[in-house]
């Protein structure tokens, strides 16, 4: 199963952290933020989303590898909630 650190909601501009990442490199949170961020221009992981993430954040491949070298132990996940408006004060 793939693990979901956080998701994006275009229509409210509200984003979800998985709190697990408060374990993680500050490097991989980091990269989690731009990227869920980068889902408000442009929802799918395609090319547009990978040349956008290649504009904010030139390694994200490393980090994201990083991250998903060191899976969760635990799926009972608690999610911390940040609007668009907030993240961009
Ligand atoms: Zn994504």
Not at 26 to 48: D, S
Request: hydrophobic fraction near 40%; include cysteine; proline fraction near 3%.
């Amino acid at each position: 199963m793939k693990t979901k650190w956080g998701s994006c909601n275009r229509e409210t501009g509200h984003i979800w952290f998985n709190l697990e990442l408060v374990k993680k490199h500050p490097l991989c949170l980091e990269y989690i933020v731009v990227h869920e961020m980068t889902h408000l221009l442009e929802r799918n992981h395609g090319e547009r989303f990978a040349m956008l993430m290649d504009g904010f954040m030139p390694d994200w491949r490393s980090r994201r590898d990083q991250l998903n070298n060191a899976p969760l132990a635990d799926e009972q996940w608690q999610y911390a909630e940040l609007s668009a408006s907030q993240a961009a004060a």
